[in-house]
């Protein structure tokens, strides 16, 4: 199971649990956030990783700031790959996307924004997920 945390505007219920938990369901990576976008109430929405130590709330407002101007907004990770995936929603989420990436690899970004054909994507903070040990660095 994965927690998910929905923000909506009105002041009096920031922060609240729409949905306690989502399922991951069958298939890869790609097959389960597809499956979550296409699942949620109509709306900018962002998908992202909970393995970005760097990750500040100012990263996610530029995020759903960029939704604004654009249709999807990628959160680049140093490996190639990203950390977030927003967007905009006004329509139906594309069936291809997400087919054929190369996950866990370089291209994974790369791949995904080609799933995207016409859509205006912006891009935000680079950030470092951790996906190895190595990638956590020195230890303090």
Do not use: N
């Not at 087919?99 to 690899?105: D, L, Y």
């Amino acid at each position: 199971m994965r927690w998910l945390l929905t923000m909506r505007a009105s002041k009096a219920a920031s922060g609240q649990i729409i949905c306690p938990a989502w399922r991951r369901g069958r298939g890869d990576l790609g097959d389960r956030m597809g499956r979550l976008l296409r699942g949620m109430p109509p709306g900018p929405v962002c998908i992202i990783g909970a393995d970005v130590p760097g990750i500040t709330p100012a990263s996610i407002a530029r995020a759903f700031a960029a939704l604004g101007r654009c249709d999807a907004v990628f959160g680049p990770a140093v490996d190639g790959g990203y950390w977030l995936v927003g967007l905009k929603r006004v329509q139906a989420v594309p069936s291809t996307l997400f087919h054929g990436v190369r996950w866990s690899t370089e291209h994974a970004l790369s791949d995904t924004m080609k799933t995207l054909p016409g859509a205006r994507i912006a891009q935000v903070d680079i950030l470092r997920d951790v996906d190895t040990v190595s990638d956590l660095g020195p230890r303090r």
